[in-house]
């Protein structure tokens, strides 16, 4: 996930800066040097689908697929859903996706707008986009992953995030001193926004080995039930 500075100089290659989600263009300019950092990402990726086992009779959607990391994965296990999307913010990124097997495709959308009707999915997933965006975005981006899962349906989330508080301020410092290219290296960590949003928690992992990263899944409530006791998930990660 080495992601470019805001300037249209910077090169994605060899950075650790990542963008945030508003960043004119900036994904477009990252989409080139993307796929060189992508095992930085690959533990963190393979524990979110042993977490959210999609079955063949599932739909699942991947919001800010980028160039495809979580399907291309998913496409080399042996159960895997028939029908699969992919969708993204930026051109470029979708355009480095590659070949995708039969009843997937990929499509522009937005998080926080998605385009597709209300419980449509079975399964929902979302790496390193969180951390991206600022709070009202992220508010709205939950409330749309919870229109669109069906009731009782599974989000995984991946954000960076370490267990170890003094990592955490390494990439939290990095992130304030650094914007231009360490922005995205803010850490996040989702659980209690994801349970107000109506979604109870039922594991998370944090994960250490490429970018320090925490690993959540969660199924959806109705949202008279979000937020009404926090889950033993929501304290402590595996
Ligand atoms: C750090 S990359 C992650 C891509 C992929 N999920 C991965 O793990 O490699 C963030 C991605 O989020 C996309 N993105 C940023 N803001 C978005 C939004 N509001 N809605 C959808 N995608 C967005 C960017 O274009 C970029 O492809």
């Given at each position: 996930m080495t992601l470019p500075g805001r300037s249209a100089g910077d090169s994605a290659a060899g950075s650790l800066g990542w963008v945030t989600s508003?960043?004119?263009g900036a994904w477009d300019r990252a989409?080139?040097?993307?796929?060189?950092?992508e095992h930085l990402e690959l533990q963190a990726v393979r524990r979110a689908l042993d977490f959210t086992?999609?079955?063949?009779d599932e739909r699942l959607l991947d919001v800010a697929?980028?160039?495809?990391i979580v399907l291309r994965e998913l496409a080399r296990?042996?159960?895997?859903?028939a029908e699969a999307v992919g969708v993204d913010t930026s051109p470029a990124m979708l355009a480095r996706l590659g070949a995708l097997p039969t009843g997937w495709h990929a499509q522009h959308g937005d998080a926080t707008r998605l385009p597709f009707a209300s419980a449509s999915f079975d399964v929902a997933t979302v790496a390193y986009l969180l951390q991206l965006l600022d709070a009202a975005d992220r508010g709205a981006a939950l409330a749309e992953l919870h229109r669109v899962v069906r009731p009782a349906g599974r989000l995984v989330l991946v954000t960076v995030w370490s267990a170890r508080p003094a990592a955490r301020a390494a990439l939290d410092g990095l992130a304030r001193v650094a914007p231009a290219t360490s922005a995205g290296l803010r850490t996040h960590d989702p659980r209690a926004e994801l349970a107000r949003a109506g979604w109870r928690l039922e594991r998370a992992a944090a994960l250490h080995h490429g970018y320090p990263s925490l690993v959540v899944l969660a199924r959806r409530v109705a949202l008279s039930q979000a937020g009404s006791s926090p889950p033993r998930a929501s304290r402590k990660a595996e």
């Open positions: 508003r960043s004119e989409a080139q040097g993307y796929a060189r950092q086992q999609p079955r063949f697929t980028g160039t495809g296990r042996s159960t895997r859903p």
